[in-house]
């Protein structure tokens, strides 16, 4: 590991101050270096690699407008492996290293096969090495669905399960009052840190959403359940907000959550489907009487028909479930669309 990073480092230098992004080129340029002038017995594919790696670390810097500046390896950073630098055999994983190859025993229910690409990854506060590994997980039989889950800030289900929105509320807000501050001051150093803040937001929201679509997934699997969600394509589009709630609007990732929802449903055998989501929030789930004057409040809707009264999300979900069980055939593919339940 410390190693290959090394020879990262050389390779950065040579992209650093030649501006070689390409993959291709890079390794077409320094290919002959590192194996003939590197004091370290590097393989063939092991320098392939290492080219790679670097090239697309500047990569993202670019796509990400970043400051060109000089990318350096920690000594025990990852390192990827292909299929012609390990390979598996009746649970034992041979990888290569500069002394040879070393046979791991492994255990694991799913199958891991040659083609997948690992990580060799170091774990500093536990000095421990392990493997990102990419495996192939079989379908389970989906079952019937019955009861259907809405997705709305954050989740609400059709029986009245509710994920609540309050922290994460409350960590959007912090983002968006640091982000004000720091465009204000316009410093080199402010600019940096707005950089890190984003990324910290994008993490924040890729946990939150692990979090919620497992939770969901979760339940409808222990209960024999479907999940149904609003086909919101294009919602930002077709919807105005007030200005208060543009940020909130805009800024949440209804898109990863869907495609999280979707792949955790598929390993474990849970249905999938899209409804239409005309009306949901103004329908009511008894008599079917759908008018704007439903919504009393944000929170409360109440039937000017029947008068039937309850709080709108857990509404809104019914709607949802009753349209879902009319079109139990749309199973839903992937999809980059938005798709959650949202409520103005």
């Not at 421990?128 to 379908?139: A, G």
């Not at 720091?182 to 990324?199: E, H």
Request: glycine share 4%; net charge positive; with cysteine.
């Amino acid at each position: 590991m410390k190693v290959v990073n090394a020879a990262c480092n050389s390779i950065s230098e040579f992209v650093y101050h030649n501006h070689v992004v390409n993959r291709f080129e890079l390794q077409k340029q320094m290919y002959r270096s590192i194996r003939a002038d590197y004091p370290y017995p590097i393989g063939t594919q092991i320098t392939i690699l290492a080219c790679r790696k670097v090239a697309a670390s500047y990569y993202v810097s670019i796509k990400k407008g970043e400051e060109w500046t000089l990318h350096t390896f920690r000594p025990h950073g990852a390192i990827a492996y292909d299929g012609r630098t390990y390979s598996v055999r009746d649970a034992i994983i041979s990888l290569w290293t500069i002394d040879g190859r070393i046979k791991v025993p492994m255990q694991t229910k799913y199958r891991l096969t040659n083609q997948s690409e690992l990580d060799l990854c170091y774990d500093r506060s536990k000095n421990q090495f392990y493997l990102n590994v990419s495996v192939e997980v079989p379908e389970e039989p989906p079952y019937q669905p019955a009861v259907y889950l809405g997705v709305i800030n954050i989740a609400t289900t059709s029986d009245g399960t509710q994920v609540p929105g309050t922290d994460c509320e409350q960590v959007r807000q912090w983002y968006q009052e640091r982000r004000q501050i720091l465009q204000s001051v316009g410093t080199k150093s402010a600019k940096q840190r707005l950089k890190q803040i984003s990324t910290g937001e994008s993490r924040f929201k890729k946990q939150v959403n692990h979090v919620i679509s497992k939770h969901l997934v979760t339940l409808a699997k222990d209960t024999s359940r479907g999940i149904a969600l609003e086909d919101l394509t294009g919602i930002r589009e077709r919807t105005t907000v007030r200005h208060t709630q543009r940020d909130r609007h805009a800024k949440w990732a209804f898109a990863q959550l869907r495609s999280f929802i979707q792949y955790k449903a598929t390993i474990k055998g849970v249905p999938v489907v899209l409804v239409d989501p005309a009306y949901t929030s103004q329908q009511c789930s008894v008599c079917g009487y759908t008018d704007t004057k439903n919504r009393k409040t944000r929170n409360v809707f109440s039937c000017c028909s029947c008068t039937h009264t309850e709080p709108a999300d857990i509404n809104a979900a019914k709607n949802i479930a009753v349209r879902a069980a009319a079109n139990q055939p749309m199973v839903a593919e992937p999809s980059s669309a938005t798709s959650c339940n949202y409520h103005r």
